[in-house]
């Protein structure tokens, strides 16, 4: 017989492997289950009516035709809504307390195209379309606005009267010395304005929910893809008069989100107030032209006489411009995004005088909402815009004007000129690599061949940062009196009677793979296998660990949930060594689990099953001391909260945000001078997200997030008419990218560990914003030096055909150069 040792059982780490998602068995034997799948007993099926009117008054509303078509249940409309419940909360009314009033439905004026006026609930769907086209809508259309900046001028048409103007929120951003930076640069790269489109990352299952006012227990259940409910119910719950405590969440597969799905927080509150009017369920599942008019746009930015001063050899100093955000008609999760930009001030490089003069505006068009790299991705492409006509109009390499101002690895942690502070990267070392992936040298010698072809090359560099684990104290440098700061999220991890793992967060995915890397992270702290470990899928709020940040949203599971997780288990798996110890009559530093057992450190016979431990606590717990049995419930609860402070409002500086991921981005493209179609020849990615749990995990974020930015690039945009209509409300129209209009991507990575995150990883998926960036620079890149400037991140072939052939005098390129003693 082999003499026992002292040396632990030697493992290789689940964490760091390529694991197939736990996920994917369910869903690709179409066994997963969406909120169309779902269905209560007695339910009915709602339909909404929208306004057809960009704005407009309501001058009536008539139900009575369709509440006598048979199988209608019953209606609502916005007075009923007004008479049950208050305006929706507001994040930051004005200094003199006015703020817009926004009801669950539109009451007395409709603001966009499909803003909801009434709703109809029937037994099926059909009769509740049939019922919906029998209400009668009297409209008093009232003037369009569509200009984000327009809206600004104080002789505008104003949109909400109790706030008197249009201006949803402004501010003044202000770091370092701009003026001086200004004053002693050799040169000052002028842009009269550069333009970030509204498009949105189009989830391939909208919105839908199916949601019961118990009228005996005063409950509401909710059964939706909603990505983030404990927030929705923080907004509407006061409107109705309800407590958070009386809505109970439910979600199991969601098809997407992208923060977008972070809005349906109105539908969920207006179908809630019908079902207690009828007093059964109701069950609503938007299509995909009510998603595109109303499911929430990202945010469109203009971007205004912006002015960068830049030294001889390269180094940019800054930049000051006005900023102007179209909120469009009301603030959903705005103004948010008017300070979450500023978690990149200076995005990759190393700008330390900074003045922004933000303006939010309010228009007619359908709210904006979080959008995947949500503010972040809008400001980073203004920069990355900046660097290239810098390097364009000074002649300087692009390259090399990036390396020169880049964070070196050396310079982390760096703090920003806003007191983020950045945690790990190298973004030289990510640059040479994408570089060589597409093979640089070998394209500049493609596109001097191809000069005069009629097909010219275009090669383009796009770097961004995905900031995770927001501070919600940010939003107090909008509204100092909110009661937000911190994050944080929850786990329990649990061993049931029959010896098995399970775990229950808060963090309601939308296909992030938690339940696979949550159960990769767990198997190592319990010494056994992924696939013996399960992870409760989606988010129950009956059965779920959550707080009040709980959910999936600003790349923060990666932090926030795998901590939670780490927590949870190390709880777990002390309660289990006590107890195996306590069996075996040693000390608990001779207990090691192995395999699903606790064992003797060096004797694997002294062992007892996972089963075996469960039993004793729960069914035979008089073999335990009264004390630890009374103690000791193998459910262990753990609540993960990241070291934050509040930021200083006045100087709107602090730490807004724990990791940062990189992805640098290059492609090459060909732009037909016939056509201006832009075709991409080759393009790469290098991730740096820090200790990678699930390599494959993070490839398919990658992968993912450059197919909708690619889609973004070149054929998605919402587009309106004079009117305010909307032009592209459904996919006949907008032309959502496909696997098919995505080019082959080559992925690499590197490695940075986060000293702030505990394990080392950062969260990401949010870099769809890369290209955007890349193929605005490749497409600058093939127009050449002295032509026309990118200046939209949107760019088909007809914008790119207009810039081709703009043959404009110099001074109306949209950029000049002011050198010391010569302007040009």
Known sequence: MTAPTTEKVATTPWTGQSLPRKEDERLLKAQGSFVDDEGMYRQGYAEFVRSPYAHARIVSIDVSAAEALAGVITTLIGDEVKAMTEPLFQFAPKED?????????????????????????????????????????EYEPLPVLLDGVAAAEPDSYVLHDSLGDNIAWKGLFDWGDIEWALEEADHVVKID?????????????????LVNWDPGTDMIRVVSNNQFPMFGALVIGPSMGVGVDQFDFVSQDIGGGFGIKINSYTHIGVLALLSRK???????TETRTEHHQSGGHGNERTFLDIEVPVMADGTMLGYKMRAFDDAGAYLHYEPLGAVIWSQVVPGPYKLKHVQVDYTETLTNKCPAVPNRGYSRMQHIWFLERVIDLVAQELELDPVEVRKLNYIQPEDYPYTTPNGCVY??????????????????????????????????????????????TNNFGQSRILNPELPFSGNGEACTALLDLYGEVMLKLGTNPQGQGHETT?????????????????????????HSAYIGFSGTYASQFAVTGINAIIGAVEKLKAEIIEVAAHAFGAEQDQVELVDGEARIIGNPEAAIPFIGIA?????????????????????????????FELPDVEKKYGNLTLTYSSQTHAAVVEVDEETGKVQILDYAVVDDCGKRINPMVVDGQVHGATGLGIGAALREAFEYDEDGQLLNSNFLFYHAATATDVPNIKTDHIESPSPFSGTGAKGMGEGGGAPLHTISSAIQDALGPGKAIVSDSHNPPERVWRLLNWDGPADERGVSVASKGTTS
């Open 97 to 137: 307390g006015s703020q817009m009033n926004e009801y669950l439905l539109g009451v007395d004026i409709v603001r966009y195209q499909g803003e909801a006026v009434a709703l109809v609930m029937a037994e099926t769907r059909e009769i509740a379309r049939d019922a919906a086209d029998l209400i009668e809508v």
């Open 193 to 209: 304005k550069l333009h970030f489109h509204r498009y949105s990352s189009t989830p391939i299952e909208c919105n839908a929910i």
């Open 278 to 284: 009828a007093g059964r369920p109701v069950k609503w």
């Open 423 to 468: 945690d790990s990267g190298d973004l030289p070392t990510a640059l040479d690599m994408v570089l060589e992936m597409i093979d640089y040298e070998g394209a500049k010698q493609l596109k001097e061949e191809r000069a005069g072809s009629g097909k010219r090359i275009g090669i383009g560099i796009g770097t961004t940062l995905d900031s995770g």
């Open 518 to 542: 949550g159960s990769q992270v767990a198997a190592d702290i319990l010494g056994m296998s992924p696939e013996n470990i399960r992870v409760w899928a989606g988010f129950d709020k009956s």
């Open 615 to 643: 039993n004793m606590v729960f069914a035979n717990n008089s073999t335990l001391p009264h004390e630890m049995a009374e103690r000791v419930s193998l459910t262990c609860r753990h609540v993960y909260v990241p070291k």
